[in-house]
């Protein structure tokens, strides 16, 4: 525990218990016969400038600026950027009796350590209203971002998959929010159900209500983002340096749409791990994706059943996905592994279609791997046609094998229009190194040259690839069944156009070779 919480353990930990003991009904698996919604508070500061209550809860002053809050909020609220939040437990966001939001402003900072989390209730809501100059930040309470199970996390818990427990989705929102350093074990029990968490952010049971947009996961115990039981609308996600999986779910059919995964290195396992349950269904759509290894290395995996570091994983029952528009980069075994049963035999290049391939394209810059996909005992693979090594056809699965058959990447020929990542910004964001370029192994191996304009210099001006339009069935399939997302231009994170080229500038991680993860602050 650190200073800052033996300063004011001691009131805040009796208080926190005394309301916790009366107001959470966690571990109940009787559903409460109505939730009551509830209504804004007031946001009060007395005369000296001591914290503002939060809601009903009564948050605590350590030092001037320096607030912080824990217990079971059961009204309406908002954190405002003027404080540093400090969690002290939990904090929780409504609970069975009481459906609350909690509104936190641009530029807040919320920190935390040991279990330190916050649960949002199902039925209840964050809203987070990040803007790309003023992030909201959730970290651990040291002074850097350099390490990992510093704090608990993020968990967003909704009705699908309680036992008993049901109402009306709360429908949480992020927008523009990095949540680094997490994944300190957690065990939250709702309706009898106790699951335990070890993840950055963890969007468990919600419906379409629930929305990510520009978000970030650093350096999470686990998995960068944990998803389970719902079909939450998430887009422009960025996971780096996760010890586990850079996105992993289970029973998911939702949408994810323009991720990018930067794998840590040596974490052995994969950017994109596929699950589901025997009795649940899996079947997301992830489009415009771009998962990229860190170690430089090409190693055959197919003897060696421990070897799972793969682009994607297929496993636990796996027989659907929706996948279009993706590249994997320089994963050490390979491009995709089945295991645990996964059966991909229905799955294929047929689009639009209930579960397909289309464009989804492989290398190691490091060499050449025949055993690209593994298709472990019990599992199956794809069917014949879906798996085109060695050319760039463009449907299903291609791999491209090490040097002898390279990807063009855009940058790397002077006529760019049939670079097929013609909007793919691997290396260079806005004019800013990522330190994806480079044959160190402290250095993020991004498999692009990174000169976007031909020139043979490396600078600001590395940012102007043209759009890829695809006005096709598909496109319009993408469209009809998630609210208006659409593949307006193909790649991950860096779309093609000068103007729109700086969303994650000046509050992402910076992955430069000396840089150690740093999290970059909002323009002052």
């Given amino acids: 525990m650190s200073l800052r919480k033996n300063l004011i353990h001691s ?4 208080f926190a218990t005394a309301f916790l003991i009366g107001c ?10 109505e939730i009551v919604i509830a209504p804004p508070a ?7 400038g001591a914290c503002p209550s939060v809601g009903n809860l009564t948050p605590v002053e350590s030092s001037a600026g320096n607030c912080t809050v824990t217990g079971v909020l059961n009204q309406n609220a908002t954190l405002t950027a003027d ?5 002290e437990d939990r904090l929780q966001i409504g609970n069975n009796s009481f459906a609350a939001s909690l509104t936190i402003d641009a530029g807040t900072q919320i920190r935390g350590s040991d279990t330190d989390h916050i649960l949002v209730w199902p039925g209840s809501a964050i809203l987070a209203n990040g803007t790309s100059a003023s992030p909201v930040q959730m970290l651990s309470d040291d002074d850097d971002v350099s390490g990992t199970a510093e704090w608990g996390g993020l968990f967003l818990r909704g009705f699908n998959g309680l036992p008993t427990l049901s109402g009306t ?4 929102r992020l927008d523009y929010v990095v949540v680094a350093e997490a994944g300190a074990a957690v065990d939250v029990t709702i309706d009898g159900s106790t699951v335990n968490y070890q993840d950055n952010i963890v969007v468990n049971g919600v419906d379409n209500t629930t929305t990510l947009t520009f978000v970030q996961s650093h350096s999470s115990a686990r998995d960068g983002f944990h998803i389970l039981n719902g079909d939450p609308r998430m887009s422009w996600l960025l996971s780096t340096a996760a010890t586990r999986d850079g996105v992993w779910y289970r029973d998911f059919t939702g949408l994810i749409k323009d991720l990018m995964v930067i794998h840590n290195s040596d974490s052995g396992r994969a950017g994109i791990y596929a699950s589901e349950t025997i009795a649940g269904n899996s079947n997301p759509r992830i489009v415009n994706a771009t998962l990229v290894g860190r170690d430089g290395a090409s190693i055959r995996a197919g003897d060696d059943t421990s070897a799972n570091e793969f682009g994607i994983l297929f496993a636990d029952n796996t027989d659907q ?3 279009a528009n993706v590249l994997i980069a320089n994963f050490r075994h390979g491009c995709y592994e089945a295991d645990s049963g996964a059966d991909l035999t229905d799955i294929d290049t047929t689009i639009p279609g209930p579960t397909y391939l289309d464009g989804v394209h492989c290398a190691n810059e490091a060499g050449a791997n025949p055993t690209f996909g593994v298709v472990r005992a019990g599992s199956t693979d794809f069917p014949d046609g879906t798996v085109a090594q060695n050319n760039s056809n463009g449907d299903g699965f291609v791999y491209y094998n090490g040097a002898a058959n390279p990807i063009d990447f855009t940058g790397e020929l002077t006529d760019r229009r049939e670079s097929f990542t013609a909007s793919w910004y691997l290396n260079n964001i806005g004019g800013r190194a990522n330190g994806l370029l480079g044959t160190d192994d ?3 191996n991004g498999f692009l040259d990174g000169d976007t304009n031909n020139d043979g210099v490396l600078d600001a001006s590395d940012n102007g690839s043209p759009f890829i339009i695809a006005d096709n069935a598909f496109n319009a399939d993408v469209a009809s069944d998630t609210g208006g997302y659409d593949l307006t231009h193909v790649g991950a994170i860096r779309s093609g156009n000068p103007a729109t080229a700086a969303q994650f500038d000046g509050w992402t991680v910076a992955t430069g070779a000396d840089d150690g993860f740093v999290v970059q602050q909002p323009a002052q």
């Fill in 42 to 48: 007031p946001v009060v500061v007395d005369s000296q």
């Fill in 24 to 33: 959470s009904n966690g571990g109940s698996s009787t559903p409460a016969p």
């Fill in 11 to 14: 009131t805040a930990g009796i």
């Fill in 442 to 444: 402290v250095i993020l």
């Fill in 83 to 87: 404080m540093t939040w400090f969690l």
């Fill in 321 to 323: 996905i929706r996948l």
């Fill in 169 to 172: 989705q709360g429908g949480s």
